[in-house]
């Protein structure tokens, strides 16, 4: 059972996201990838950053949490050490967009960072195992 820390966080979590998108970021995290949150709203980064942290019970996230972040911290997506990070889609360099910025990166040969658009509920894809029975819970 999760602690009964943040209940408001994971309620959130689960009201803006679907299961896969969760998974997702979930997994994102307990293999040690950088993850990109991006919103227009702190308020829902915070939420959902917080909520991810708290399903890794009883594991905690030791690596870095930047939250919220801004242009002049974006190169700390490119780190080799996982990253949680939260930004906004106008904190990113050169007017450009994340995704794309995000992929170019991608392209470059940084294949851990995973990316979760909040208010559009849409995810990069990079490749991470299959846990036990997934394909169950989100069908």
Known sequence: MIPDRNQIAIKVLFQILDIRSILYCWKALLFDCTLVLISNQYSLQFYVAEALKQLMFPLTWQNSYVQPANQNLIELVESPCPVLF?????????????????????????????????????????????????SHMIY
């Open 86 to 134: 939260c930004c906004s889609p106008f904190d990113f360099l050169l007017g450009s967009p994340p995704f794309e910025y995000l992929m170019e990166l991608t392209e470059q040969g940084f294949n851990n960072i995973a990316v979760l658009d909040i208010d559009g509920c849409f995810t990069n894809s990079i490749a991470f195992p299959e846990i036990c029975m997934e």
